[in-house]
């Protein structure tokens, strides 16, 4: 969350982004405050969260540009230390209260009726205010009054459920709200719990939410309503057990993308047949790009499985986004768990050295007594383990991770002959994992000292997506005398992804005067500046070939400079374009707004 988070090039590049899944709404959510659950005045607070105006214009423009609407969904959170939800304010003075709020909302209704023309097709006068739903004249009062200043449509976002307010149960909900005659669309936060156990089938999940459209169709035909539904959030975090309390963030520390993946498909499968439901917003889309790389357990699907679930919903693609790689081990503090197999051969060590490091200042160094084929070093990864989340994450998208490492060969310490690796990794077979491998790498001679860097697709292995450990194998084959003894030193143990970004040449995010010396260095001396940056050829092209035409030269030097000035690369055999207003491509905020995505089921 920040003032500014929806106006910088952070947030454009994660809309970009978006776009690309196919949606066509964008819910813009904001917060205003009040200090306590009583106090009857509602103001924006900068330093919390609320978004500026500029920022929240910012947004919308930049959303109107990539052909997408707007959903525009101002929300009141209170300030206190006790995280008072929304659903449970009781203000002193009632009218006091609905004097501020319509204020609030009015100041909102004024921005949507500004930027009607660009898109902002829908504003919600209200989020999950359980307590304050009784009060039919007053929300009527304050629709008529929105009415008279925005001309698109209105909804209100219900909570799925009663809550309790003090010692009185069963307040509010959406079904008790009494006045949804007066507005264009129901809208609905859909957090229903769909089962009761983690990792449901998808059976099991779509029967849920067959049972929860049949509950709110009945609902809606009992009342006399004509408007169809919405959900204005709906979500599913990616870990263990979302399915059975969609709105915790918390369920468990245990990554699950499955699960995530799974909810979304069966909504999506159940609620396009029926005729009374108009789409939903999911919750959420971070405004930071890497949302789902620096959040793996979060609600998010950047970065996730699930977007290709979306993808194929909405008839878009993927979005291709470079992910910094993922240190698992550069051995600065110890062996992090890695130890001799205990299989190999008698006499194997596994210890840290202070030579041929990579990264840092220390290697692991294994030492094999003699020559032949040694299961050497393991390390067991289990949750919670640093370094599980990693595989879990490239577990659930292999096709789109690299295992890299470097191996360092010191003819000191090695005897003369030759050297290769292998790589096995094991997960959890009663989950579709179980023991698979790589041979033959960084293959080579021990006679001259050389740093190989090993890159092994994680598609060369077989790995459940729902394992509770990941174990890595390391294997050395010699060819060298009798009884001889050999070491080797490895070092910046990554999972990365395979994903660059077009003309980003130092990953940081950003398109700088520093990539274009980048280019300029790489179309002098391609070969030189290759291995100095440890990219392999294909690498290579996916960063500097900004024309698509197969070849890194003079016409790609010229596109580094548009894409610096303007934000777009035109050539032979691509156009890459960068929407406006943005010219830069950035990492994302640490503290981010948030937005969430509807798709209008045509």
Request: negative net charge; contains cysteine; aromatic residues 10%.
């Amino acid at each position: 969350f920040g003032a500014d988070a929806l106006g910088g090039a952070p947030s454009d590049q994660s809309l970009y982004d978006l776009s690309r899944l196919g949606t066509n709404t964008v819910a813009i959510n904001v917060w205003w405050f009040q200090q306590t659950a009583s106090s009857t005045t509602i103001a924006e607070d900068d330093a919390r969260y609320s978004s500026t105006m500029s920022s929240i214009q910012h947004a919308i423009d930049t959303i109107h540009s990539l052909g997408m609407n707007v959903l525009l969904k101002p929300m009141v959170d209170v300030a206190d230390s006790n995280n008072t939800w929304r659903a449970q304010i009781t203000p002193t003075n009632v009218n006091d209260w609905f004097a501020s709020y319509t204020s609030f909302i009015d100041t909102f209704a004024d921005l949507a009726q500004q930027n009607k023309s660009k898109g902002v097709t829908m504003l919600s006068v209200g989020c999950e205010l359980n307590s304050m739903e009784q009060y039919t004249t007053q929300w009527n009062n304050l629709i008529a009054g929105v009415r008279s200043r925005y001309t698109g449509q209105l909804t209100y976002s219900a909570n799925w459920s009663a809550t309790s307010v003090g010692s009185v149960n069963n307040v509010g909900g959406y079904t008790t709200v009494p006045w949804w005659n007066k507005l264009d669309a129901i809208g609905i936060d859909a957090y229903f719990p769909l089962t009761n156990v983690n990792n449901p089938t998808e059976t099991q999940l779509q029967s849920a939410w067959n049972g929860l459209a049949d509950n709110i169709q009945s609902w809606r035909a009992s009342q006399g309503l004509s408007q169809k539904v919405i959900f204005t959030e709906v979500g599913y975090a990616s870990q263990d057990g979302s399915n059975t309390a969609p709105w915790s963030a918390t369920t468990s520390s245990q990554v699950n993308q499955q699960e995530q993946a799974n909810s979304y498909q069966a909504l999506l499968t159940t609620m396009s047949s029926r005729p009374w439901y108009d789409g939903q917003f999911w919750w959420s889309w971070s405004t930071d790009p890497l949302g789902g790389y620096n959040d793996p357990t979060g609600f998010t699907p950047q970065q996730k499985s699930v977007q290709s679930v979306l993808a194929n919903a909405y008839g878009g693609v993927v979005p291709s986004v470079k992910l910094p790689p993922r240190l698992i081990a550069s051995w600065e503090n110890g062996l992090q768990g890695f130890a001799y197999t205990g299989f190999g051969f008698s006499g194997t060590t596994v210890s840290v050295a202070t030579r041929d490091a990579t990264n840092g200042q220390k290697s692991l160094a294994i030492t094999t007594p003699q020559s032949g084929f040694n299961w050497a070093t393991t390390v067991d990864l289990h949750a919670g383990a640093a370094g599980f989340d990693n595989f879990v994450i490239a577990a659930q998208s292999p096709q789109d991770y690299i295992l890299k490492f470097d191996v360092t060969y010191d003819p000191a310490v090695l005897p003369s002959g030759n050297i290769s690796l292998s790589v096995a990794l094991n997960s959890d077979d009663t989950s579709g994992g179980g023991w698979s491998q790589k041979d033959n790498l960084a293959a080579s001679s021990t006679t001259t000292l050389k740093t190989i860097h090993v890159e092994v697709p994680m598609s060369s292995f077989v790995l459940s997506k729902t394992s509770s450990y990941y174990q890595f194998v390391l294997g050395l084959s010699t060819s060298w005398g009798a009884n001889l003894a050999g070491t080797v030193y490895i070092d910046n143990w990554q999972i990365a992804n395979t994903h660059y970004l077009l003309g980003d040449f130092d990953g940081d995010y950003q398109i700088t005067n520093a990539d274009l010396q980048a280019m300029l260095s790489a179309v002098k001396d391609l070969g030189a500046y290759q291995a100095s940056a440890g990219l392999t050829a294909s690498a290579m092209l996916s960063i500097a070939d900004l024309n698509g035409d197969g070849k890194i030269d003079a016409a790609d030097i010229q596109a580094e400079l548009r894409l610096l000035t303007t934000g777009s690369v035109e050539g032979g055999g691509q156009s890459t374009a960068v929407p406006e207003p943005i010219s830069l491509v950035l990492l994302g905020l640490a503290a981010v707004s948030l937005l969430s995505v509807k798709r209008y089921l045509l």
